[in-house]
């Protein structure tokens, strides 16, 4: 079992930053992706950026040369720092990882932290 707890959101005027972190614990394994994804009221719940163990990373469109996420192995920690923030990135957002004890399909396992609200304000 994994456990994600996600901090560092708030209230911010639409141009301003915030930097979110997640700390995981449990059984996680070295070989993983983490990643953030939010939902906004009455959307779907949208990818937002990626990670993998090994470096490689992934944007969302909609974030691309706003956002960085980056991840620190050795702390089980993934952060994401959002910088030029609009209204329109108004969400709760979610920490995730996702994992396999064997490179089997099958054995894929998914984990999410409980969300913390970032509200930008025109």
């Known amino acids: 079992q994994v456990q994600l707890v996600e901090s560092g959101g708030g209230l911010v005027q639409a141009g301003g930053s915030l930097r979110l972190s997640c700390s995981a614990s449990?059984?996680?394994?070295?070989?993983?992706?983490m990643g953030w994804y939010r939902q906004a009221p009455g959307k779907q719940r949208e990818l937002v950026a990626t990670?993998?163990?090994?470096?490689?990373?992934n944007y969302a469109d909609s974030v691309k040369g706003r956002f960085t996420i980056s991840r620190d192995n050795a702390k089980n920690m993934v952060y994401l720092q959002m910088n030029s923030l609009k209204p329109e990135d108004t969400a709760v957002y979610y920490c995730n990882l996702v994992q396999r004890i064997t490179l089997a399909a099958a054995s894929r396992r998914d984990y999410w932290g409980q969300g913390t609200q970032v509200t930008v304000s025109s």
């Open positions: 990670t993998t163990s090994g470096g490689n990373i």
């Open positions: 449990g059984s996680i394994f070295s070989i993983n992706t």
